[in-house]
């Protein structure tokens, strides 16, 4: 089952900044939270990941609780184009197989208003 | 550099029939991935190859299942005979390092199975 819990919708307005929640309470030492989102008839593209520290890269900025109980992914200026399901991972890199691969929960699907 | 490739794109057919499932990978991916996605559900994990092993084939229905990557490159992924329970998008993924990590999957855009 999936680790994580998330709002199952949230809307935006195009042009103006978007946090989509994550909650991981039961996170582990090493489990890392990963991003990821799921366009209309597309496979999930990887958006971002981290550890303990907030993360930022082209496509969105992660930020980490100080307790890593939750999360929040920001996108800084929506765009009709981020229109997508997103989902909120944990994933333990030191364990190959089921401990380590990537389980996906309903996630969060993002409407953005023009 | 070029995205992961499957095929068909759409197939339809009845129940009790087989089909089978292409997936080309990202060239030089050691891992690939075939996730099930029912309407209105996350991807499930099938299996999870390394090279032409199977690392993870926990939640494959063996009974009517099957995949194989042959020579640690492309994949087929098989179901004989096929359910009504069987309609989903199948997806395949490929990831860059072998072993435990955190390299990113890179996804196809799967196909999209009906059972009749």
């Known amino acids: 089952d999936a680790k994580t819990t998330q709002p199952n919708s949230m809307e935006s307005n195009e042009e103006e900044p978007v946090h989509l929640p994550c909650n991981h309470s039961t996170i582990s030492g090493t489990d890392y939270i990963h991003w990821y989102r799921q366009l209309p008839s597309q496979g999930p593209e990887y958006v971002i990941h981290g550890l303990t520290s907030n993360v930022n890269n082209r496509m969105a900025s992660l930020a980490i609780a100080e307790d890593r109980k939750s999360s929040t992914l920001i996108l800084h200026r929506a765009t009709l184009r981020d229109a997508a399901v997103y989902y909120c991972i944990l994933r333990d890199p030191n364990y190959g197989g089921s401990q380590g691969n990537l389980i996906f929960g309903k996630g969060t699907k993002l409407s953005v208003k023009p | 550099e070029a995205g992961v490739a499957q095929s068909p794109r759409y197939k339809i057919i009845e129940k009790r029939q087989s089909v089978a499932f292409w997936c080309n990978p990202i060239s030089g991916h050691a891992t690939l991935y075939w996730y099930q996605q029912i309407l209105g559900q996350g991807p499930k994990l099938l299996i999870q190859?390394?090279?032409?092993?199977?690392?993870?084939d926990s939640q494959l229905p063996k009974d009517r299942f099957s995949a194989e990557r042959l020579k640690g490159v492309d994949s087929t992924l098989k179901i004989q005979p096929a359910k009504l329970e069987d309609s989903a998008v199948y997806l395949c993924?490929?990831?860059?390092?072998?072993?435990?990590?955190?390299?990113?999957?890179?996804f196809g855009n799967g196909t999209r199975l009906t059972v009749t």
């Open positions: 993924a490929s990831s860059l390092e072998p072993g435990p990590n955190n390299s990113p999957l890179h």
């Open positions: 190859f390394q090279n032409n092993g199977v690392v993870d």
